[in-house]
Nanobody, 119 residues
Framework: QVQLVESGGGLVQPGGSLRLSCAAS????????VAWYRQAPGKQREFVAS???????NYADNVKGRFTISRYNAKNTVYLQMSSLKPEDTAVYYC?????????????WGQGTQVTVSS
């Protein structure tokens, strides 16, 4: 059982930056694909970014060029660096991990961290 804990959320002004962290309880995390999803009030959860165990990344079109996903396996942690934040980025951000991208929907989830972009 892999436990995921997200952190780093908060209130930021438009144009600002935040870095989210997803820390895992098990070292096997380093072999897993990891993704970030987000869910805004009244909306469905949507994909934000993913990274494979080999470091291949993928981004949703609406965050490409503004967000960067990375991983530091020595700390069992995946990061989401968010820049040029917009009010529409406001959501609860969730970390998702699974042995590979094909099994993400059946993988592990964290409890989420709130990101609010507002002036």
């Amino acid at each position: 059982q892999v436990q995921l804990v997200e952190s780093g959320g908060g209130l930021v002004q438009p144009g600002g930056s935040l870095r989210l962290s997803c820390a895992a309880s098990e070292s096997v995390f380093s072999t897993y694909a990891v993704a970030w999803y987000r869910q805004a009030p009244g909306k469905q959860r949507e994909f934000v970014a993913s990274i494979t165990s080999g470091g291949n990344t993928n981004y949703a079109d609406n965050v490409k060029g503004r967000f960067t996903i990375s991983r530091y396996n020595a700390k069992n942690t995946v990061y989401l660096q968010m820049s040029s934040l917009k009010p529409e980025d406001t959501a609860v951000y969730y970390c998702n991990a699974a042995p590979n991208l094909a099994t993400m929907s059946n993988g592990y989830w964290g409890q989420g961290t709130q990101v609010t972009v507002s002036s």
